[in-house]
């Protein structure tokens, strides 16, 4: 509710209140505030009227809320009508025996003994001063007799003197035709006497005496007697006496003491039954009054208790939905509002509860997304393992590094993630044993064989704590390290080539030319068989020489380094070239080309994309020596990266492939499956694509016969795209489709 | 409450017996205006009821004297009220009435002669002659007004919904001196 309301309701009680006592002090007829009784019966009105309003109002309010199902409507209502019941009970009770007392106590006033007592008092009055008149008249006429033939000057002195033997205050003699003719009063006035009453001198020149009891306009009363003077003459007409006498003093404030009384009596008398109403109404509208305030009394206090109860409702429904900012105003300092500060405390705490798990919630989740990037970025492999096996987390590099999407399948075990990844399955049964031996911490390093070749893996286990009750997982950190092994033997194979050759080609050159030497010397002054076998010998020592000559300059040229000369090469015509060059060499070989007919230029060093070329397709036609129907197929494709692209270079025959044992070794120096091979082509092949930032892989194909994929940069810019498995974390797709 | 009060009135109101001014005039006497008016001055059965209680009753007459002016609104010239009482004295058994203005008092035996007499109005001085310009035409208007007097303000005000008190429409009538 309106805080102004009870305020103004408040305010309209105390006037009305002060209206009521100033109602009382008119009725005890204080001129003051006589004038102000309209006044205060309109605010009497009023203030009932504005009750009746605002009660009726309350009323319909109530209803509607209780219609609706409010929380605290139905405590309000019983409060209501309970509070005001309490206050009826006792005011109607007052009210009625009010009126009662009211009503018998004012007819008990205007009892009937009472007038009758007064009526009597009133005619005993009368009685006295009707003697008394009686007396007046009788002294009147027997001076009315001697005045009979007294005229003129004789006539004044005459009622002087009987105006003063009779004790009367005046005398007149009035003509016939209403002519005073004389006059003697106790005290003279100005000017002529008072004309006597009409009524008196009719009845007097009637013949008949005329006595009155006068009021007199100065207080008190006079006895008034008219009397006819002597016989009705035909002449002058009949002259009258008028008399006033005094009437005596104790007589008059007697008398009129009864009359004032009897004359009050019958005022209040005549007022008896509006008084009555009177009374009964302003009692009803003091009762109205009351009551009105009492019901409103009753809403008042009643809205005192349940708004806080209301409040605490909402609030709480406020917390249920999880609004915890609610807060419930404090209205006492009773229970109520020990209760109302007890749940705004709940509720404080319960905010600043909530506030301190979201921060939290959003640390862990801030933390979780920065540890997602990092594994993201990360090319070391990490996969979280619950007790089960089962994959908690794993980042790209890890499914990258095995072959198999592991983000994907995050929630399932281990080992079923295995079937039909080759790679996932060595994984685990290189990590099982650890595990179900109860080793969580450790670090091993492992090689997984793949179609394209080896992997080393160096991986590191640590134990997890569990989360919610779960037991306790592991982490594994592993990385390929592959590359790096492969750097430091090539390193070492460099060193190994670079001192080979420094070591083996000095002394072969005086070998050889020892040789000759000998040969010429000695080859002249020989016998046949001699010759012939100093011939043989030293012809295979200059041969085997001119071999170790080849094979040294081979290693020369694997540990030699030079930097490569980067110039638009189209590699389809590269390769058509060296096509052609050996299927002129080899006539027997089918060469099938399916190159990208949109081009597959590159930024490489002409000369070195040339000799892996040539190295491959020696190594090819070694393979299909003796085969029937040798194919070589080479295949170029322009492949879209994120951020370039590449051109894939795949060369394949239908020969015996690579040997199942040699996999993953194929690109190291002096792995050869060939008799007269040196082991190295298949290595500087490898180092020149690397130097192009490329990248090679060999494998048997489908069909069996070796395959070997090359994927080398268009341009300077794709460098980084294709690097180690580079390729395979892009979708390859073709451009210009 | 409000509607017994407002039966209560209406049933007052429903018995409400003549009260008018019948007629009136003024003539110069000895240089002097006089007002003579006759009323008709009849009481409800609860007036007399109450005259006859002790209760007085009181006629004003409230009197207007304008003169016309040209262009401009009527110049009050005078404004006069006179008022009579008329009271029961139970004693003596008489009607008294009193001119509160000039303290002349008269009585009657009955109550009809009373109320006879105050009806009657005559030769009130009303203003000199001299204060009237001739030739200008003036007019006088009369109202008279019957009060159940005597009581307290207060017992008047509790008993609010009687019609204590009753006025004619004004009588109004031209002069030119």
């Known amino acids: 509710m309106r805080r102004w309301v009870p305020v103004a309701i408040g305010a309209g009680i105390v006037v009305w209140v002060v209206a009521l006592a100033l109602l009382a002090v008119t009725t005890r007829d204080t001129q003051g505030f006589v004038k102000l009784q309209p006044w205060i019966l309109m605010v009497n009105a009023a203030g009932v009227l504005t009750l009746l309003a605002v009660l009726a109002g309350r009323f319909i309010e109530l209803l509607r809320d209780r219609r609706r199902h409010v929380p605290g409507s139905q405590l309000r209502t019983q409060s209501v009508l309970m509070l005001s019941g309490l206050v009826l009970a006792p005011l109607l009770l007052v009210f009625t025996f009010s009126v009662l007392f009211l009503t018998r106590g004012i007819d008990s006033w205007f009892h009937v003994e009472v007038r009758q007592g007064l009526t009597d008092a009133l005619g005993l009055s009368r009685a006295a001063l009707d003697l008394r008149m009686r007396e007046y008249l009788a002294r009147t006429e027997r001076i009315a007799e001697d005045l009979e033939f007294e005229y003129s000057a004789g006539l004044f002195a005459a009622l002087d003197d009987h ?96 009359q004032s009384a009897y004359q009050q009596y019958g005022r209040l008398s005549y007022l008896r039954e509006p008084l009555k109403i009177s009374f009964v109404l302003t009692l009803s509208l003091v009762l109205l009054m009351a009551l009105l305030a009492a019901v409103y009394g009753a809403f008042f206090f009643s809205d005192r208790l349940v708004q806080p109860v209301q409040d605490l409702i909402g609030a709480t429904r406020a917390v249920a939905k999880g609004d915890f900012d609610t807060r419930v105003p404090r209205a006492s300092r009773d229970e109520i509002g020990y209760l109302v500060t007890s749940f705004n405390e709940m509720t404080q705490r319960l905010a600043r509860a909530r506030a301190e798990a979201d921060a939290s919630r959003h640390a862990v989740e801030n933390e979780r997304t920065s540890l997602a990037v990092i594994l993201a970025r990360l090319s070391t492999g990490v996969v979280s393992l619950g ?44 990590v099982r044993p650890h595990l179900e031996a109860g080793q969580m911490e450790w ?61 083996i080609k000095n002394p072969l050159t005086p070998i050889q030319l020892s040789a000759e030497r000998v040969r010429r010397r000695l080859l002249g002054g020989l016998a046949e068989r001699d010759a012939e076998l100093l011939d043989r010998a030293t012809h295979t020592i200059v041969q085997q020489v001119e071999a170790m000559k080849q094979m040294v300059n081979a290693f020369s040229d694997y540990a030699r380094a030079p930097a490569i ?49 040539n190295n491959l397709l020696t190594n090819s036609l070694e393979a299909l020596e003796g085969r029937d129907r040798p194919v070589v197929t080479i295949s170029t494709r322009r492949i879209a990266m994120a951020g370039g692209s590449c051109v894939e270079l795949t060369v394949q025959d239908n020969g015996p492939g690579f040997q199942r044992e040699l996999a993953g070794q194929v690109f190291d120096p002096y792995v050869t499956s060939k008799p007269k091979g040196t082991g190295l082509g298949l290595a500087i092949v ?52 | 409450m409000l509607s017994l009060g407002a039966l209560l009135a209406g049933a007052a109101l429903a018995a409400e017996p003549r009260f008018e001014i019948r007629n009136a005039f003024t003539e110069p006497v000895a240089g002097v205006w006089h007002l003579n008016a006759n009323i008709e001055l009849s009481l409800s059965e609860d007036a007399r009821g109450a005259l006859a209680e002790g209760i007085p009753l009181t006629l004003v007459l409230d009197i207007e004297l304008t003169g016309e002016r040209r262009f401009l609104p009527d110049e009050d010239v005078a404004e006069l009220q006179q008022r009579w009482q008329l009271a029961y004295d139970p004693l003596s058994d008489r009607y008294v009435v009193t001119n509160e203005n000039s303290g ?56 609010f919904w009687r019609d204590w008190s009753r006025a004619t429409d004004w009588y109004t009538w031209s002069i030119k001196p």
Request: hydrophobic share 40%; charged share 25%; net charge negative.
């Open chain 1, 163 to 258: 105006r003063r033997l009779a004790d009367a205050e005046e005398l007149s003699v009035v003509s016939a035709g209403g002519r005073v003719e004389a006059y003697s009063a106790s005290n003279l006035v100005e000017g002529l006497p008072p004309p006597p009453p009409e009524e008196a001198l009719l009845q007097a020149r009637r013949g008949e005496s005329f006595v009155s009891l006068d009021p007199i306009a100065s207080g008190g009363y006079a006895i008034r007697a008219a009397v006819p003077i002597g016989a009705e003459s035909s002449l002058q007409g009949r002259r009258v006496l008028v008399a006033m006498y005094p009437v005596p003093q104790r007589l008059a404030d007697l008398a009129e003491a009864v």
């Open chain 1, 387 to 430: 007790h089960d096996l089962a994959i908690r987390v794993a980042n790209h590099a890890a499914g990258d590094i095995l072959g198999a999407d592991l983000q994907a399948r995050a929630g399932e075990s281990l080992a079923s993630v295995a079937e039909g990844q080759p790679l996932v399955a060595q994984f685990l049964g290189a």
């Open chain 1, 443 to 503: 670090r091993e390093q492992f090689t997984l064989r793949a179609d394209s070749g080896r992997r080393e893996l160096m991986c590191a286990c640590t134990a997890l704590p569990g989360e919610g009750g779960e037991l306790p997982g592991v982490v594994l950190v592993f990385d390929d390290i592959t590359q790096l092994l492969q750097a430091q033997r090539e390193a070492a194979w460099g060193e190994v080539a670079r001192r080979l050759a420094h070591e």
């Open chain 1, 565 to 613: 000369e980067l110039a638009s090469t189209d590699l389809n015509r590269l390769v058509r070239e060296a096509a052609d060059l050996y299927h002129a060499q080899d006539a027997r070989v089918n060469f099938e080309l399916q190159l990208d007919p949109d081009g597959a230029t590159i930024e490489a060093d002409r000369g070195r994309v040339r000799q892996v070329l």
């Open chain 1, 686 to 737: 490898r180092k020149i694509v690397e130097e192009h930032g490329g990248r090679i892989e060999a494998e048997n194909g489908p069909a069996g016969g070796a395959l070997v994929r090359i994927w080398l940069p268009v341009d300077e810019a794709s460098r980084g795209t294709v690097g180690p498995r580079g390729v395979r974390k892009q979708e390859p797709r073709r451009e210009h489709a």
């Open chain 2, 104 to 159: 002349e008092q008269a009585t009657y035996a009955g109550q009809e002669e009373a109320l006879a007499a105050l009806a009657r109005i005559r030769n009130l001085p009303l203003i000199d002659a001299d204060l009237l310009k001739d030739g200008r035409r003036h007019e006088v208007s009369i109202r008279a007004t019957v009060e159940i007097g005597g009581l307290p303000e207060a017992v008047k005000m509790l008993v």
